[in-house]
């Protein structure tokens, strides 16, 4: 799939997502990430969560998704961008309901970025496409 550790599928179409991701590669110093559009990735198991409404964090053929993966994204960032990791202690469904509730508000409260990809940190590390291997479920 990818030679980094990580796999990000997220709206290629959400403002929020689009700044998400520049923060993820400001602060990945280890180059763990890539990322993907979700309208760019082939192979989703049925059952995955919708990459539309959801980021997605492809790791070891495992995914996690809401505020699963936004924390585990964070832990492998460099300090003090892990320390938002900390969420993990919260209980899932409340995080997840949290997470829910910004998702139904992101398109109008984060407008999509002008040209996003001109960030060279970003459009390194961004896959055009990708293709999951069937065992990704």
């Known amino acids: 799939m990818t030679t980094a550790d990580d796999l990000v599928v997220f709206d290629g179409e959400c403002g929020l997502c689009q700044r998400a991701l520049h923060w993820i590669a400001r602060h990945d110093h280890r180059d763990r990430f890539r ?3 979700c309208q760019d990735v082939k192979g989703l198991p049925p059952d995955a969560p919708d990459p ?3 980021v997605l ?3 070891n053929g495992r995914i996690y998704s809401r505020s699963a993966a936004a924390w585990r994204i964070a832990a492998k960032l460099r300090f003090p961008a892990c320390l938002v990791a900390a969420i993990a202690i919260i209980p899932a469904p409340l995080r997840d309901a949290v997470y829910r509730w910004v998702a139904r508000h992101r ?3 984060f407008p ?3 040209d996003w990809t001109d960030v060279a940190e ?3 590390r961004l ?3 990708a293709t999951l291997p069937a065992s990704s479920g």
Do not use: G, K
């Open 52 to 54: 539309e409404t959801t």
């Open 57 to 59: 964090l492809i790791r």
């Open 122 to 124: 970003v459009q390194r």
């Open 107 to 109: 398109r109008r409260w």
């Open 112 to 114: 999509p970025v002008c």
């Open 127 to 129: 896959l055009s496409s």
């Open 35 to 37: 990322f993907v559009a």
